[in-house]
């Protein structure tokens, strides 16, 4: 019989003899066991080994064809990508849709969680209109998108048209491809962060509101010193979400522009499929992975090490998804 | 000017705010919507308008052919089957998480929980050459399997966090009652769970219904080919034809939306919970 969760974890010394409490300690690890083996038999082939894989081949000049690799060649495929104007291209591009995630999308998002979060007419609306494109794929908002934006007779430029403004090219200008880019990613996902801000300032009692405008704190003030401070855990894992999302987009810029034009809006992940599925350089695509993990990873650690750690105790108070 | 006025101009605003917001995201929908009931004529030249006549065969055409319902078929299946495993496998772990103490448990929770921040992105080209040394290319499997196990972080770190809230007394008087730990598990913990095993259900749909990268790799026979593939197949097929396109874009939109209509509580709730404590 099963053990709660109650009773310490050491247990008793054995005895030499199979007695009944041995027999239940037995039956308790076989159900630790066959509980946990199915997640673990998966987590374990299809994520750990893939990325172990991954490790390996990229240290191969390869073609990912016929077993495993066998022309080994060290580091020269990272040594390479130092070298690689597109993928330190990457990088800028990355650095850059960040820094407009973080500096235009998400106060954008606070701004609209913090005016929902007053009593409005019409909020719930407003928030089920705001978050819907969320649920709408990549791929789909991509496709929409490739209309709007079209230099002939897309959307965008047919009202530019009106205003007497002459159309851009948007997506097939190289100058104006990462920042359209960016605008079709904050249109899918503002809501995103508008919700998760949202939720973040309903947790904060009222009461502090009310004791700060008793102290007369204007409402600047109150959002200063009470707001602000008390979203901070919330702020943080938005900014966060949106670093990761960044090194890994894929699916938008695929749809949008491949990369395109001369490599203007290409990222990371769309860098390591061109080398990996198209031209089968799949060692050197693999350090593209590689090195896109050790950027995740290293950030990750970091971020929780020195921003996310004070958060830990007050951030994770409401269990399971029943807000 | 009364009180309710004033409080009216304050909220003015607010709402020019929201208005303009709204329709930001309104105004494309609605043009792709629109659009497709147009031909390529009217969409040049009466962009914004209503259609003049209104040309149903965009979308007529569209519902009658396979390549439609095909991948609509493919994404539903593959869905289901992936939010079932996926919930099933990450129940089991989160209750021996949540409920049971033994050396190394929080090593093992750890490393799921740092498969959080994985995306396939990072893995697709060695778990392509995975799935092709195990024949799983062109198999519903080869895209079913992968999404579950990348799904796995998220729904047991959910899923234990709520079985933790189910008090002890209520295992152990099933227990004085004679119950296994399965029969606790499959007759009164699930039951009690079913709040938190509907929203990890509809994040498993929704991610798997918007997956695009691995089935992209992994289906080559368009037969298995999910709606994303489909969309931008359709779209590659007939470039110049734009409200042709348009109208696909937009019955493909109709099921993630309905979805939405119907699921947006378990959707807020898993998202906001999955984000703060993953």
Excluded at chain 2, 83 to 102: D, E, H, I, N, Q
Excluded at chain 2, 134 to 141: A, T, V
Aim: charged fraction near 10%; charge should be positive.
């Amino acid at each position: 019989m099963a053990t709660p969760l109650t009773r310490p974890l050491s247990a008793p010394a054995p005895h030499p003899t199979t007695s009944p409490r041995q027999r239940a300690r037995t039956r308790r690890r076989l159900t630790i066991v066959a509980f946990l083996l199915p997640a673990l038999l998966l987590f374990v082939g299809l994520v750990l080994v893939p990325i172990g894989l991954a490790l390996y081949t990229s240290l191969f000049k390869w073609n990912g064809f016929g077993g495993l690799p066998t022309n080994f060649v060290g580091l020269s495929n990272f040594v390479r990508l130092l070298d690689d104007e597109v993928f330190l291209g990457d990088l800028k591009r990355g650095l850059v849709l960040v820094l407009l995630s973080v500096l235009v999308q998400l106060p954008a998002a606070l701004g609209l969680a913090l005016l929902l979060n007053q009593q409005l007419r019409f909020r719930g609306l407003y928030r089920l209109i705001f978050f819907a494109p969320y649920v709408l794929s990549e791929v789909i908002t991509g496709v929409l998108f490739t209309m709007v934006f079209s230099p002939t007779g897309g959307l965008v430029n047919q009202i530019l048209d009106v205003f007497g403004v002459s159309g851009q090219a948007w997506l097939s200008d190289p100058d104006s491809a990462l920042l359209t880019l960016f605008f079709v990613v904050s249109w899918k996902y503002f809501g995103f962060h508008m919700i998760l801000l949202l939720a973040g300032r309903q947790d904060i009692p009222p009461e502090l509101d009310e004791a700060g405008m008793m102290d007369g704190a204007g409402s600047w003030q109150i959002f200063r010193h009470i707001t602000l401070p008390l979203l901070g855990p919330t702020i943080r894992i938005s900014v966060f979400l949106s670093i990761i999302g960044a090194i890994q987009l894929f699916d938008m810029v695929w749809v949008l522009t491949g990369g395109g034009p001369i490599h203007s809006s290409e990222t990371m992940a769309v860098t390591m499929f061109q080398y990996g599925f198209r031209r089968y350089e799949v060692g050197y695509a693999s350090a593209v992975s590689v090195t896109m993990f050790l950027i995740s990873l290293v950030f990750a650690l970091a971020y929780q090490r020195f921003v996310l750690r004070r958060d830990m105790e007050g951030a994770v108070t409401n269990v399971g998804g029943m807000r | 000017m009364s009180r309710r006025e004033r409080s009216l101009l304050q909220a003015l605003p607010l709402h020019a705010i929201c208005i303009v917001v709204g329709l930001g995201i309104v105004v494309p929908v609605l043009f792709g919507v629109l659009g497709g009931f147009k031909d390529n004529g009217q969409l040049s030249t009466n962009p914004f308008g209503l259609p003049s006549p209104w040309v149903t065969e965009n979308y007529t055409q569209i519902l009658g052919s396979i390549g439609f319902w095909q991948p609509l078929g493919n994404s539903i299946l593959i869905a289901v089957a992936t939010t079932l495993l996926v919930v099933l496998a990450s129940a089991m772990a989160g209750f021996v998480f949540a409920r049971y103490a033994f050396r190394g448990r929080e090593l093992l929770f750890t490393l799921f929980t740092i498969g959080l921040m994985f995306p396939f992105a990072v893995a697709i080209l060695p778990l392509y050459l995975l799935l092709r040394g195990l024949h799983l290319l062109d198999n519903p499997f080869g895209l079913i399997l992968p999404q579950v196990a990348f799904g796995l972080p998220v729904t047991i770190t959910i899923l234990r966090g709520f079985f933790r809230t189910i008090p002890a007394d209520v295992e152990e008087a099933a227990q004085l009652d004679g119950c296994t730990p399965l029969g606790f598990f499959w007759y009164i913990l699930l039951p009690m769970a079913r709040p938190a095993l509907a929203t990890v259900s509809v994040l498993a749909i929704v991610a798997s219904w918007n997956n695009f990268m691995l089935p992209l790799v992994v289906f080559n026979d368009t037969a298995w080919w999910t709606l994303p593939l489909g969309v931008t197949q359709f779209q590659g097929q007939y470039a110049a034809d734009v409200a042709r396109i348009l109208a696909y874009v937009v019955l493909a939109m109709v099921p993630a939306l309905a979805l939405y209509a119907v699921a947006e509580r378990q959707l807020v709730g898993g998202l906001t919970s999955g984000a703060t404590k993953g």
